[in-house]
């Protein structure tokens, strides 16, 4: 929703080159979501019958749907950073009439970051130090701060 917002304040605008971006990020995060719950059904039916025959084994497998799981969420909190930058950017240089939209979509953009980054945390079941959940956080700490900027202007 925050990309299609971005393109329609970019259009108003005249930046093409902020339409093509945020068309391209739609386009990125669009089959994510079935790839998300395609996943988190793959972890989920990996928690009750792991495949392989040793402990080692099933606890690996599930580390690897777990793993899968999580990145799926990052992903799509990359884009949502993306879009929020991008926004930030056309709502600062963009036409002054599409300004709210592109803040919208920046706030949009940050808070599904946020509940993406969350998700990597819930679906690795790890704490605040693993190299996902740091990545996660970082992306959607980058995001606020694109939202905050474009509430400033």
């Known amino acids: 929703m925050s990309a299609g917002l971005v393109a329609t304040a970019a259009r ?19 089959p994510l979501a079935a790839e998300d719950a ?12 792991p495949s392989g025959e040793t402990g080692e084994q099933r606890d690996e497998s ?17 884009e949502a950073g993306n879009a929020a930058s991008l926004a930030a950017s056309v709502a600062e240089h963009g036409s002054e009439a599409v300004r709210g939209d592109a803040q919208a979509a920046a706030l949009l953009a940050a808070a599904a970051a946020r509940a993406a980054a969350n998700l990597v945390g ?12 740091v ?19």
Do not use: C, W
């Open 12 to 30: 108003v605008s005249g930046d093409l080159g902020a339409v093509a971006q945020a068309e391209s990020i739609r386009e990125r995060v669009t």
């Open 38 to 49: 395609h996943a988190y059904r793959e972890a989920l039916s990996a928690m009750r019958a």
């Open 62 to 78: 599930i580390r690897r749907a777990l793993v899968r799981a999580a990145e799926v969420p990052l992903q799509i909190a990359e």
């Open 122 to 133: 819930i679906n690795l079941a790890a704490g605040a130090d693993n190299e996902l959940v």
């Open 135 to 153: 990545r996660a956080h970082d992306v959607a700490e980058g995001a606020t701060d694109s939202a905050r900027f474009v509430l400033d202007l």
